[in-house]
């Protein structure tokens, strides 16, 4: 008698501990009664390579990846998307059936979806778009801003040239704004973004004036806990619409599940509960 494996899918990184995906990921197997399994996985940068290669041989249709393994997962894979290649990292994979990896990167989707979907006639093009934050979270948004047609994109960081870098590669649309300069560069942004990590818990609060911000911008966050951050709850004082940073979680999630389980997945409260409770 021929049996089918369930579908098997999971989350690779280093810790592991801390991740989210596997408490998302199963809610959705269980609410769509698919008989699969998703599965955290720590795996030692020493075993990396060769943990993900034997993954398909025992039957995973494909992974997560999470820190520290977003960039140097890249030379695994055959194929990689377009835009992933542009951040130059990735944060899903999918085992084809020829034996391929192919290699992509959701999180731009997600934070773009997560807006869209959360602030009622929201588009990159509506505006210059305010980006705070250079690191690794930036790249992807910034990536993202500019395919959906964002006019001007203003970075501003700390430590000004990781936003130069930023500009080097993504080019003419970006300029780069010195961090306590900050607050005036929301004059005429619509769409204003903390990537950075402060406001997250047990990190310093980001205090910043929304005072010359359009009182029809939007402000969001990356941060999720707490899921109203101190830069949420300023931009709320100031009359701002306010998205917080768990859909771009979500949302990010969705092209996996999608590809590893036959089945589209609905971002709704259930969801944001059961990931909040894990
Ligand atoms: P991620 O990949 O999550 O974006 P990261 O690459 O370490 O993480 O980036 C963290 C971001 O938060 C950076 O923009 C960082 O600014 P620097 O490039 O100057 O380090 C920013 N950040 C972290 N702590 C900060 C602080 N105390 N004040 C201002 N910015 C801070």
């Known amino acids: 008698m021929k049996t089918t494996s369930p579908p098997l899918a999971g989350v690779v990184g280093w810790p592991i501990g801390y ?17 699969g399994y998703y599965i955290p996985m720590d795996i030692a940068p020493q075993d990396f390579e060769n943990g ?25 894979a055959d194929k990689i998307s377009d835009r992933a290649a542009l951040i130059g990292a990735a944060n899903t994979l999918i085992f084809r059936e020829d034996g391929g990896i192919y290699a992509d990167n959701t999180d731009g989707y997600g934070f773009i979806e997560n ?27 910034v990536s ?20 130069e ?26 769409t204003i973004i903390n990537t950075t990590s402060l406001g997250m818990a047990g990190q310093p609060e980001l205090n910043i004036s929304f005072a010359a911000a359009p009182a029809s911008a939007i402000a969001t966050d990356i941060v999720y806990n707490p899921l109203v951050t101190p830069f949420l709850r300023e931009a709320t ?42």
Request: glycine residues 10%.
């Open 115 to 141: 807006l869209r979907q959360n602030a009622a006639g929201w588009s990159a093009r509506n505006g210059p778009c305010l980006v705070l934050g250079a690191g690794g979270a930036a790249r992807g948004i």
């Open 237 to 278: 004082a100031a009359g701002l619409v306010t998205v917080d940073g768990l859909g771009m979680l979500l949302h990010q999630a969705v092209p996996g599940f999608r590809q590893w389980f036959d089945h589209s997945p609905e971002v709704d409260a259930a969801l944001r509960q059961a990931v909040l409770a894990a």
């Open 52 to 76: 993900v290669r034997s993954l398909p041989r025992l039957g995973f249709r494909g992974i997560n990846v999470t820190l520290p393994y977003k960039q140097t997962v890249l030379p695994l």
């Open 165 to 190: 870098i930023l500009k080097d590669q993504y080019g003419a649309r970006i300029s780069v704004i010195d961090w306590n300069r900050a607050a005036d560069a929301m004059d005429g942004a619509m």
């Open 144 to 163: 993202a801003l500019i395919t959906e047609g964002a006019p001007e994109i203003r970075i501003a960081n700390r430590t000004r040239q990781r936003a």
């Open 19 to 35: 991740s989210r995906s596997p408490a998302l990921h199963g809610h959705w197997l269980k609410r769509y009664g698919i008989a």
